[in-house]
């Protein structure tokens, strides 16, 4: 658990971290939502009275009258998602220099850049990685009935996830080679040697697609209707996790750095 309880302080000891990153996802977010507002708009045209804020977060009854918002609605979520990846990806450098206890906007900014392609490369190697990951479990978990077959691809997901975030901690904070598949092929191999980091990570990632999903169901069905800052708090909770599951990770990586 120190390892954990470690992770966590670096964090909260980066509130300033912790509150940028919340705002660039609000600021996609906010995006987002204004592209569904506008076709929302156009659908309901007439009804200018309606406070078109409240109906995105009922957008479940607004698809069931104009059904033919959904690809628009589908697009602007997909894009939206992908964006965000690409963003904490970019971003990614700067999280780890700073949770790895660099203060000095000028050192953080000098160790993010200097890791940047680095983990950009590596980023792309471990969606092949976990590609070929899943293909392999939901090939071999045939037998299992199909709900098991999700939860275990899900359990895999989240694994590949920290081991990820393994591979950019090497490459932005150690030796790691930048260019090279071993080096994402290592970043697995080390959180499955390591329960420690394996296991709180994935909770900490099943906690994420808790709040995820419950923002994307309150948005359909209209919890939340009344304060936008439901939401945005559960995002903020969210972006605190995430940033914890790299701090655990950071963590290990400079307890081994010691041990060594």
């Known amino acids: 658990m120190s390892i954990v309880i470690a992770g966590a302080r670096r964090v909260i000891g980066a509130p300033g971290l912790w509150l940028a990153c919340w705002v660039g996802l609000a600021a996609i977010a906010w995006v987002v939502g204004g592209y569904v507002q506008l076709l929302v708009a156009a659908a309901v045209g007439p009804f200018d009275a309606l406070d078109l804020g409240r109906v995105v977060y009922g957008i479940a009854d607004v698809l069931r009258v104009y059904p033919e918002l959904m690809p628009g609605i589908a697009m602007a979520v997909i894009i939206g998602g992908a964006v965000s990846g690409i963003a904490w990806t970019v971003v990614s450098p700067v999280v780890i220099a700073r949770l790895a206890g660099r203060t000095g906007l000028r050192e953080v900014g000098a160790t993010a850049l200097a890791g940047l392609p680095g983990v950009v490369v590596q980023s792309l190697w471990h969606v092949v990685l976990r590609a ?19 939860v275990l691809v899900g359990v895999v997901w989240l694994a590949a996830g920290v081991a990820l975030d393994a591979t950019r901690v090497a490459v932005v904070e150690g030796d790691a080679a930048p260019w090279h598949v071993k080096t994402a092929w290592r970043g697995f191999v080390r959180v499955a040697r390591r329960p420690r980091v394996l296991v709180p990570g994935v909770l900490l990632g099943v906690g994420q697609v808790v709040i995820g999903g419950g923002i994307v169901w309150g948005a359909l069905v209209g919890v939340g209707s009344g304060s936008a800052w439901v939401p945005r708090v559960l995002a903020l909770v969210s972006v605190g996790l995430g940033l914890w599951r790299i701090g655990i990770v950071v963590e290990d990586g400079v307890a081994s750095a010691d041990a060594e």
Request: hydrophobic share 70%; glycine share 6%; no cysteine.
């Open 132 to 150: 070929v990951l899943v293909a392999a479990v939901m090939m071999s978990a045939q037998p299992l009935p199909k709900w098991g077959i999700w």
